[in-house]
């Protein structure tokens, strides 16, 4: 059986969470191959539909941080 490696696909915060995953890039620090990060100025202004629209496209997860 495979191993399930789930695609998760993360809207990130410009001035908070974007900034922390750029300092963790930076200090070396792996993230899971089936994350993509996605900068957003801010995460309130995720719309329902971009999320409809992540999962129609094949994404397993949602992660939205600010």
Do not use: Q
Not at 23 to 32: E, I, S, V
Not at 40 to 50: A, E, G, K, T
Request: proline fraction near 5%.
């Amino acid at each position: 059986m495979e191993e399930f490696n789930p695609k998760i696909v993360g809207f990130l915060c410009n001035w908070c969470t974007y900034a922390a995953a750029d300092m963790a890039g930076a200090a070396k620090k792996n993230l899971p191959p089936g994350f993509n990060a996605v900068r957003v100025m801010c995460s309130s202004r995720v719309d329902h539909n971009l999320l409809l629209t992540t999962f129609f496209n094949g994404a397993d997860g949602v992660l939205i941080a600010g």
